[in-house]
């Protein structure tokens, strides 16, 4: 994809996928102005996806972005995308039940939204391990605004290579496979 970003306009729609300079792989799609889909492909919660997160999606200038948004984990998570340079800076704040027991939230978590408020209660939340890394974007793709296709199964091992290889997605951003 080239093109370059100015407005809000530009940024809703597309399909991301990045590398945190801790090595984790994470995919992420701005589905619309107040949703975000995403699924995590490396770190301590890899295997975990989510769609339908309601999410505050702003512009703070041109063609810099901001979201933020709290799960129903506790979690809470700051993005800033720059993707004209391709680069993001994140700060995820994970409650300290999701740091000592990561597997209860790799799932998808649209079906388990009890089990993940039943476990924030349980267990201790506080401190918070907070994890603030850059990123570098090493996909984006036009998806167009609530594509349901773009974040729509489970991640699996070679998920973000087949979508950097052209190998996911149609030429009009569906899933080849389904």
């Known amino acids: 994809m080239t093109k370059t970003f100015k407005t809000l306009d530009d940024f809703l729609g597309t399909h991301f996928i990045y590398t945190y300079d801790n090595g984790w792989e ?3 799609y701005a589905k619309n102005d107040h949703t975000v889909d995403y699924r995590i492909h490396g770190g301590m ?4 996806w989510v769609t339908d997160q309601e999410a505050n999606i702003v512009m703070l200038t ?6 933020s948004w709290t799960e129903p984990t506790g979690t809470d998570v700051a993005l800033d995308f720059i993707p004209n340079e391709k680069k993001l800076h994140g700060t995820i704040f994970f409650p300290k039940w999701v740091e000592e027991h990561p597997e209860i939230t790799v799932t998808y978590q649209n079906e388990h939204i009890d089990l993940m408020e039943e476990s924030r209660e349980k267990y201790e ?3 918070k391990l907070v994890v603030p890394e850059f ?6 793709g036009d998806a167009g605004q609530n594509n349901e296709d773009v974040i729509s199964e489970a991640p699996y091992k070679e998920m ?3 979508i950097r290889n052209g190998k996911y997605f149609d030429e009009n951003y569906h899933r080849i496979n389904k």
């Open 62 to 67: 041109e063609g810099i972005y901001k979201i």
């Open 45 to 48: 919660v890899a295997g975990r």
């Open 26 to 28: 994470y995919e992420w």
């Open 160 to 162: 973000p290579n087949d």
């Open 125 to 127: 939340t506080y401190p």
């Open 135 to 140: 990123a570098n974007i090493t996909y984006m």
